[in-house]
């Protein structure tokens, strides 16, 4: 009994730390996108007036859902495509491959930081690094940040970029796939890169769900660069869902009207999670089922 005391003792400072900086925002935020709040007045209800503004006389909303479901499609894929390569490559017996190993997650530890995101507006400015090397090989520079597809292909590389916390997880699974199973493949004649999809892919597809899940809930959130680098830039085309939340509540000050947008969004990223472990019985394969 004493020692459970001293346990709940040890854990009361988390407590207290999700009561106020999670579940109280949570409720809060829920009450207030029923309200006409600006945060010096007292919170005015209006019932789902917020609610059916935002999806009948707000396009900027709805561009911004536009842009989110383009950035998450586009960044996602490609982030656990390459975090899983580089981890198959990881996974050999090299020499020095703990360094390789820390210098690969190194960006994922520096991705959201404000500095980086600068220095990335910098290196795809019209003079920047990046111009500088395509005028080395006899390319035209090109301006990245006054089209949409440009200004897409900045955020999505930077996001891409910061893929070492997938990749650490994609090696702890493909160190823990029996040897036994490569070997008897390799016996049968069977070539690596059939190896990899029919032995190493269905053995690590928990894995990757996990992974699916925790980086779509990311993308749908992403807010730093966007935000840093293209300001939502060019006519809002990289204007996320995350930016419009802030701007409004931060800078119109219509926290009401903000949060039913931040509760939208919660409801998207939560159906979208709901499709994905509905749809995991068709194509995620857990080793407990082999012996029912």
Do not use: C
Not at 86 to 107: E, M, S
Not at 158 to 181: D, H
Not at 214 to 233: M, R, V, Y
């Amino acid at each position: 009994m004493k020692r459970g005391k001293i346990g709940l003792l040890y854990l009361l400072p988390w407590i207290i730390g999700l009561v106020i900086f999670t579940i109280y925002p949570f409720i809060a935020a829920l009450y207030y996108s029923f309200t006409n709040y600006n945060m010096i007045d007292a919170p005015k209800w209006v019932g789902l007036q917020n609610y059916i503004q935002l999806f009948t006389s707000d396009p900027d909303f709805k561009n911004s859902l536009v842009a989110t479901f383009q950035y998450v499609l586009l960044t996602v894929p490609l982030q656990l495509i390459f975090a899983l390569l580089i981890a198959f490559v990881l996974n050999f017996k090299l020499k020095g491959i703990g360094f390789y190993r820390v210098a690969y997650y190194i960006p994922s530890l520096l991705g959201g930081n404000v500095a980086i995101a600068l220095l990335w507006r910098l290196m795809f400015g019209s003079t920047g690094l990046v111009n500088q090397l395509l005028n080395m090989i006899g390319l035209k520079s090109v301006s990245w940040f006054s089209t949409a597809g440009g200004a897409m292909t900045v955020l999505t590389i930077l996001k891409v970029w910061q893929f070492g916390s997938a990749m650490l997880i994609f090696l702890a699974a493909l160190k823990n796939i029996p040897t036994e199973l490569y070997e008897a493949a390799e016996v049968d004649g069977s070539s690596r890169f059939h190896m990899f999809f029919s032995i190493t892919i269905p053995l690590i597809t928990p894995t990757i769900f996990f992974n699916l899940v925790l980086q779509l809930i990311n993308g749908f959130q992403e807010f730093n660069g966007p935000f840093l680098i293209t300001g939502g830039g060019p006519l809002n085309k990289t204007y996320l869902a995350s930016m419009f939340i802030y701007n409004n509540a931060f800078k119109y000050s219509k926290m009401g009207y903000s949060s039913a947008a931040s509760w939208i969004l919660f409801i998207i990223i939560m159906a979208v999670t709901g499709i994905l472990f509905w749809s995991q019985k068709k194509w995620v394969y857990y080793s407990d089922e082999a012996g029912n």
